[in-house]
């Protein structure tokens, strides 16, 4: 055997523990020890939940406070996520009836329903929108009056004008 041969790596070293400045070298060492890591967070969250467990079975109370303090912050910040969704659809309909407002003392013949509001000025993500609320307008519209054909049966079938989709007249 030839002992004398050069080695082509300087295999495993002891290295100083010590912040990473370079952020390339330090996403090369972290992606190089991330399912080490991630497979040891994986254990110690096995083993906390066990000892956990472990501990309710014995004593008959739980231990595990940390969880619970978790999903408390988990909850809070879920509640304070949907309390500023909920701020952003108050401003919402305030603003729609602000503009509701408007529209009525500017013309008294649209009656405040928005279906009546003026297209001309809307620009293309305003006309997309309301697009979209005249067609889910109209699956509304076309369910109720199906649900009233069927509930009427007969009766209506018997007229001699019937009342076609979205309220226009047709004879029949």
Known sequence: ?????????????????????????????FSKRRLGLFKKASELCILTVLDSVIDR???GKSSSSFV???????NNQYYSQICRELEVEKKKKESIQE???VNNNNNNNNEGFWW???VDDMGIDQLEEFMSALGELKKKVTMRADEL???????????????????????S
């Open 1 to 29: 055997m030839n002992t004398n041969a050069v080695k082509k790596t300087q295999g495993r070293r002891k290295i100083a523990i010590k912040p990473i400045d370079n952020q390339s070298s330090r996403h090369v060492t």
């Open 57 to 59: 079975y014995l004593n």
């Open 68 to 74: 619970n303090q978790l999903n408390m912050q988990q």
């Open 99 to 101: 503009s509701k407002m």
């Open 116 to 118: 009546n509001e003026q």
């Open 149 to 171: 054909s069927m509930i009427n049966g007969s009766s209506s079938s018997n007229s001699s004008m019937k009342i076609a989709r979205f309220g226009v007249r047709i004879n």
